[in-house]
């Protein structure tokens, strides 16, 4: 049977590239800045009751740990050392290589006695090289919380979240009393910031992973890459590819080289007049035109699948001259 009362045939391909084959998550930051804050009181240089070694070589520790798993996504990050503040970094590109030698620079032998910790100075001190940051900022403490000399360290802690409303202060703790303990959790409870145990992070890559990248990162799924191609028009009752619209075609053909390892199905549809057996195969032939102009440039088969849906999948009013032109079409859909 011949169709009667149309003169073209418009088909819109559409190339969705969706699938867990394509769709990779992507890092997005969560600082701009960021200062890794070591305590290097004494307390810090005495043995850890649980580990048998000083405190500050497992802090140590921890940040090469996890100076391995920070992305480097742009951001901005410092080192500093409090009680006494001293800088070890100054603030750079984040940068794995130059963090690593400026951790083992760290100093692990150091005195004890006389090596108090003012806990409360130190934090306010870091004031003005916060204000030189821009945007978000973190602060990644790492101490046992045993304060004992000058201002509150809390209160300074505060009054510089209150100060930057974009300061987190994040907390990897060695405490091992309860006071200790008790002045971390208040610190790291200002802005709802992340608190670990140090040597959780020590022993558990997971549990460090996961502290890196609620300090540092968020994934989000990469916006699926949604390619329309041009539309192209077939004569009536024709399934022949009219060479206008080679150009259109070709667009797919490079589309299809850019991502060899995809496969697609070639789909067909028609609109509702004619009957279903006729319209099942023409949709059947247009899809197999573009199908073979496909392999004839380079494609591989086994790449391709055709498959004919006649009338049975309508996108819009089958009612309406302007329906039934977006009903004849042609969709590519990625399988792989």
């Keep these: 049977m011949r169709r009667k009362g149309f003169a073209g045939f418009v088909a819109v391909m559409a190339l969705v590239l969706f699938g867990a084959s394509l769709v990779q998550a992507k890092m997005v930051p969560k600082v701009d800045h960021f200062i890794l804050f070591v305590d290097q009181s004494g307390s810090m240089y005495m043995t850890h ?44 590109v984040y940068d794995r290589a130059a963090f ?15 090596r108090r910790t003012p806990m409360g100075p130190g934090i306010s001190g870091i004031d003005p090289l916060l204000a030189r940051m821009d945007g978000r900022k973190a602060v990644i403490i790492f101490s046992d919380g045993e304060a004992n000399e000058g201002t509150d360290p809390v209160m300074e802690a505060r009054s510089l979240a209150s100060k930057y409303s974009n300061l987190c202060f994040h907390v990897v703790s060695f405490a091992e009393t309860e006071y200790g303990q008790n002045i ?23 549990a460090l992973a996961q502290f890196v990248k609620d300090v540092f990162y968020e994934e989000v799924p990469e916006e699926e890459e949604v390619i329309v191609l041009r539309g ?88 309406t001259a302007e329906g039934r032109a977006i009903n004849r079409r042609v969709e590519l859909k990625v399988v792989k």
């Design 49 to 92: 009751g649980k580990q048998k070694d000083v405190k500050i070589r497992l802090a140590k520790q921890v940040l090469a740990d996890m100076n391995e798993m920070i992305p480097e996504l742009g951001y901005q990050g410092a080192i500093e050392l409090f009680a006494p503040l001293k800088e070890v970094l100054a603030p750079r």
């Design 100 to 114: 690593s030698q400026a951790i083992v620079g760290i100093p692990e032998d150091q005195g004890i006695y006389g």
């Design 184 to 206: 971390l959790n208040q610190i790291s409870q200002i802005g709802n910031c992340v608190q670990a145990d140090g040597l959780t992070l020590l022993t558990d890559k997971q």
């Design 232 to 319: 192209i028009h077939f004569d009536f009752d024709k399934y022949d590819i009219k060479p206008e619209w080679v150009p259109v075609l070709d667009e797919g053909v490079e589309i299809l080289k850019k991502h060899p390892d995809i496969k697609i199905i070639i789909e067909g549809h028609t609109d509702s007049i004619g009957t279903d057996e006729y319209n099942q195969k023409l949709s059947e032939r247009r899809a197999k035109a573009v199908f073979d102009y496909f392999v004839s440039h380079g494609i591989s088969p086994d790449r391709m699948k055709t498959v004919g849906f006649g009338e049975s999948r309508p996108k819009a009013d089958n009612s």
